[in-house]
Every structure is written in structure tokens, then in C-alpha cells.
Nanobody, 114 residues
Framework: QVRLVESGGGIVQAGGSLRLSCAPS????????MGWYRQAPGKQRELVATITGGSTKYADSVKGRFTISRDNAKNTVALQMNGLKPEDTAVYYC?????????WGQGTQVTVSS
């Protein structure tokens, strides 16, 4: 069974930085796409950033502030978050997709205080 495990969440003041990491545990499979999503209280889960091969995609709200990176050999993905804003407060979820399956982590809380 494949599990994704996130780390790196926490509480930070506005303007600060955090780095989220995600690594697989259990069975190791090669992920086609990896990415980060977030869900704020009372809102739907939304895409933050994804990476496929060398191509990246970002939500407009995080462009220029967040950077996604991936280690293909280890099947890990990271999200460097700079210039954090209170509206970035959410539970952040790691996602990995193969051609046939979709995997999610348990989520890590990011709280940005003003």
C-alpha cells in the first residue's frame, strides 16, 4: 500500500517562509505527477502547484511566491513557500498520481498570522 507523508507545516508570521516536504512510505511506485493542494476551513480543496517531468503549474494566488520541486529518484516533492499571507492558512495535502491511481497524504497544517 502506498502512503504519502507530509512534513514541514507550522505557524509563521505574515511575510515568513515554510518548506513542505512529502515522501512515500510503504510500497514505492513511480509517480507520473506530484503536487500540492490545500483546503481552508469552509472552502473546497484547491490546487496549489503540480509538477510533471520538468513542467510546473501554479495557482495564480501563489505564483512568484511558491516553488515546487521534485526528486524523481526518491519520489519526493517539496513546496517552498515564501512571502506567506494569512490567506495561505490551510491544510496542505501532498498528491501523487500514476496512470491508474491517485494518492493523498494526511495533510499538514499551515497557519499564517497577521
Amino acid at each position: 500500500q502506498v502512503r504519502l507523508v507530509e512534513s514541514g507545516g507550522g505557524i509563521v508570521q505574515a511575510g515568513g517562509s515554510l518548506r513542505l516536504s512529502c515522501a512515500p512510505s510503504g510500497s514505492i511506485v513511480s509517480m507520473r505527477d506530484m503536487g500540492w493542494y490545500r483546503q481552508a476551513p469552509g472552502k473546497q480543496r484547491e490546487l496549489v502547484a503540480t509538477i510533471t517531468g520538468g513542467s510546473t503549474k501554479y495557482a495564480d494566488s501563489v505564483k512568484g511566491r511558491f516553488t515546487i520541486s521534485r526528486d524523481n529518484a526518491k519520489n519526493t516533492v517539496a513546496l517552498q513557500m515564501n512571502g506567506l499571507k494569512p490567506e495561505d492558512t490551510a491544510v496542505y495535502y501532498c498528491n501523487g498520481k500514476t496512470w491508474t491511481s491517485d494518492y493523498w497524504g494526511q495533510g499538514t497544517q499551515v497557519t499564517v498570522s497577521s
